[in-house]
């Protein structure tokens, strides 16, 4: 088989991000991953598991390398939600902003009203 190279080379290492909220997962995190990307959890188990993740990996000697966290929370969607989130060492966002604000979401409009709304009360007012 011929070999395949990604062309050009990237300049810095691609992290893996490993899903889970389990303690095995957690380890899985710390040992290996360059990221996590658990399911829906409150700030206060982001929290935790940002924690657990940050001491096990001080323990493996990773503790000089960055963590990146995908987290979606499910105790709050608004713009101090998110704020606190990056206070944790959340990263990056994943939501679905059109859930958060009723309708059928079956409906394109709802779901473009949805996302123009979470733009203007949140994006905007994150930078």
């Known amino acids: 088989f011929p070999r395949l190279q990604m062309s ?3 300049a810095s ?5 490993v899903g889970g909220r389990t303690k095995a997962a ?3 995190v ?3 991953g360059g990221g996590w990307i ?3 959890l409150s700030r206060q188990e982001l929290a935790e598991g940002i924690a ?16 990146e966290v ?7 969607y ?3 939600t998110f704020r606190h989130m990056e206070d944790l060492g959340v990263t990056h966002l994943w939501t679905i902003p059109w859930l958060f604000h009723g309708g059928d979401t079956s409906s394109l409009e709802v779901q473009r009203a949805g996302l123009e709304r979470f733009a203007e009360e949140v994006i905007v007012k994150m930078r």
């Open 8 to 10: 050009p080379g990237v």
């Open 13 to 17: 290492s691609i992290p893996v991000f």
């Open 26 to 28: 957690l380890r899985r």
């Open 30 to 32: 710390a040992r290996l």
């Open 38 to 40: 658990p399911d829906l």
């Open 52 to 67: 657990e993740i940050r001491a096990q990996r001080r323990e493996l000697g990773r503790d000089d390398e960055p963590l």
């Open 70 to 76: 995908i987290g979606a929370p499910k105790d709050g």
């Open 78 to 80: 608004d713009l101090d």
